[in-house]
Structure formats: C-alpha cells, structure tokens
Antibody
Framework: EVQLVESGGGLVQPGGSLSLACTAS????????MNWVRQAPGKGLEWLCF????????HYADSLKGRFVVSRDNAKNSLYLRMSSLRDEDTAVYYC???????????????WGQGTLVTVSS | DIQMTQSPSSLSASVGDRVTITCRAS??????LNWYQHKPGKAPKLLIY???NLQSGVPSRFSGSGSGTDFTLTISSLQPEDFATYSC?????????FGQGTRLEIK
C-alpha cells in the first residue's frame, strides 16, 4: 500500500523550532518529488514547499520568509521539514504529499499523509 | 501568484442531491486544475486531476469539467460519505495555490 506518515508535531513556544518527518512506504520514494502543505484552523489548504526527487530543486512559499527548510533522505524514504522562529499563525495540521506528473507537465498531489498537528503557543 | 476562488464557501444538501462546486482562477490555467476531498483527521484525497480525469478508485458520481479560468466539480447523487470539504488547486505555476474550500454539510 502506498502510504505517507507524518510525525514530529506537538506544542512549541513562539520563537521556537520543530522538525517534522514524513516516512514513505509502498513506492520508490527516490523517484518522486514531494511537497509539504498545511491547514490552519478554519482556513484552507496552503502549499508550503516542493523538493525534487534528488533534492536538487526546492521551492518555498514566499510567506515562509526563510524560516522553514525542506530536505529528504532517499536512503531512509523520508522527507523532513525544519521549522524555526515559529509564530502563532504557524499553528496548523501539516501534511506531506507526493507529487505526480502526467502528460503535458500537469501534476497533482497523491497520496497525502494523515497530517501532524503543530501548535504554537506560550 | 494565481488566486483560486471557490463558491459557495459552504453548502447544505441532502443524500441523493446533485451538487456543483465552482472554482475560478485569477488567470488562465488551461486544465491544470485538481480537486481534493478532505475530512477532519484524515488524509486529503485526490478526486479529479487535470480538470476532468477521475482518480482511480473514486466513484463515478464525481466529475470535473472546465478549462481556462472556470471549473466545476459535480457530485451526481450525494452519498452519506460525501459530506466533507472540497478544495480545488492549480498546478499551472508555483506557488501551487488552493481555493479556500467548500464545506458540504447534511441538510
């Protein structure tokens, strides 16, 4: 079964740091681009970042302003998100999602993990 | 950035109803448009990719259409398990923006 499982969420104080992990199984992780997406309470989904299969190409949402760093370890079938200088507004459920590419460069996210909750609060 | 606007933001309907959700892009995106279903505590699920392609395993009561700036997701006959939030997403350019979501509730 193709599966993504996030871990590492929890309660962190404003200004603090936290690292999330996403472990893949059921497919050749090293062949796929990956994304992180979050959903804050009462808000829509927000794309955060993209990393290519090799890790050589990375894109971030401008709103992150350099506070988040995405990485991957293909030998461990794992994707990571290092978050620093956390703010109240970073409180959200964080999802990893596999990028799939079809004809004409069209792409979509599937599957997604079940998410891990990050709460930023003093 | 491409802005995605969904309507309505919420919708009440009954089992068996036909429901249509609309998504509008702030610029033309051809058919670089995907639809997802998400429920609290569960992984979001891909329903439709490239505007009109039904993802494998998704019931045929779901369909998508549109091109350019205007897109629709239609559920032909609502089932109890369909009450959830639906979001569109453009994959034409980075950042990959989502609509704000449409919450489908039981009437």
């Amino acid at each position: 079964e193709v599966q993504l499982v996030e871990s590492g969420g929890g309660l962190v104080q404003p200004g603090g740091s936290l690292s999330l992990a996403c472990t893949a199984s059921g497919f050749n992780f090293s062949n796929y681009e990956m994304n992180w997406v979050r959903q804050a309470p009462g808000k829509g989904l927000e794309w955060l970042c993209f990393i290519s299969s090799s890790g050589g190409t990375i894109h971030y949402a401008d709103s992150l302003k350099g506070r988040f760093v995405v990485s991957r370890d293909n030998a461990k079938n794992s994707l990571y998100l290092r978050m620093s200088s956390l703010r109240d507004e970073d409180t959200a459920v964080y999802y990893c999602a596999r990028n799939n590419v079809g004809a004409g460069g069209k792409n979509w996210f599937d599957p997604w993990g079940q998410g891990t909750l990050v709460t930023v609060s003093s | 950035d491409i802005q995605m606007t969904q309507s309505p933001s919420s919708l009440s309907a009954s089992v068996g109803d036909r429901v249509t959700i609309t998504c509008r892009a702030s610029q033309r995106i051809s058919t670089y448009l995907n639809w997802y279903q998400h429920k609290p505590g569960k992984a979001p699920k891909l329903l439709i990719y490239s505007a009109s392609n039904l993802q494998s395993g998704v019931p045929s009561r779901f369909s998508g259409s549109g091109s350019g700036t205007d897109f629709t997701l239609t559920i032909s006959s609502l089932q109890p398990e369909d009450f959830a939030t639906y979001s569109c997403q453009q994959s034409y350019s980075t950042p990959r923006t989502f609509g704000q979501g449409t919450r489908l509730e039981i009437k």
